[in-house]
């Protein structure tokens, strides 16, 4: 097991590095988390990042960050979520200093406004590729509410236009319902 001090720097860096270049919002960043503590560093489990994500996505304000105190939290604790919310919030608030002070030539410049509509589609495809992986494990483990619950949601806000906060509190009410009920208990480790 590696020192706390350790796993602090790393996961500074880590967050630091992701939150600097990663262009797309929090969906984006939460994919490359994924990546870097479930597959390279091997802290956290597959099944616990989703849970950690669907913390991030139900809690108020940026994702990104909320993410990043989720995961700061569960490796170590108040010192590790003080760690990863710097490390997450310091590149932006660097670029966002710089670009302040360049604003008018950033405005009206041709090309960074090809770059940024480029990026788009960039993101598009990361978010594509972020919802098939976090779907993907739900549909192959064939855990069928989760399914229903999904589609349901998607239906609701694609075609009958019901607000995002209405499917967030209802899909709420199902997973307090399930985990009171008994039937979302996790074997004892």
Not at 17 to 37: E, N, P, R
Not at 53 to 82: D, E, H
Not at 130 to 136: G, K, L, P
Request: proline share 3%; charged share 15%.
């Amino acid at each position: 097991m590696e020192s706390k001090r350790n796993v602090l720097i790393k996961l500074f860096l880590s967050t630091f590095y992701l939150s600097a270049f990663t262009f797309g919002g929090g969906y984006v960043i939460v994919t490359l988390m994924k990546k870097k503590f479930v597959d390279e560093y091997h802290w956290i489990e597959e099944e616990e990042m989703l849970d950690l994500v669907a913390i991030a996505q139900s809690a108020p304000g940026a994702i990104a960050v909320n993410g990043a105190i989720v995961v700061g939290y569960k490796l170590a604790g108040i010192i590790g979520t003080i760690v990863a919310i710097i490390a997450t919030i310091l590149p932006p608030f660097i670029v966002i200093t710089i670009i302040s002070f360049f604003y008018e030539v950033f405005r009206d410049n041709q090309i960074v406004s090809l770059v940024l509509e480029g990026m788009q589609v960039g993101v598009a495809a990361v978010i594509a590729s972020v919802v098939w992986e976090m779907a993907a494990g739900i549909l192959f483990e064939k855990k069928w509410i989760p399914v229903l619950i999904m589609l349901g949601s998607l239906i609701a806000a694609a075609c009958l236009s019901i607000n995002a906060v209405a499917i967030i509190l209802v899909c709420i009410v199902i997973g307090l319902i399930r985990t009171f009920a008994g039937t979302e208990r996790r074997p004892n480790k």
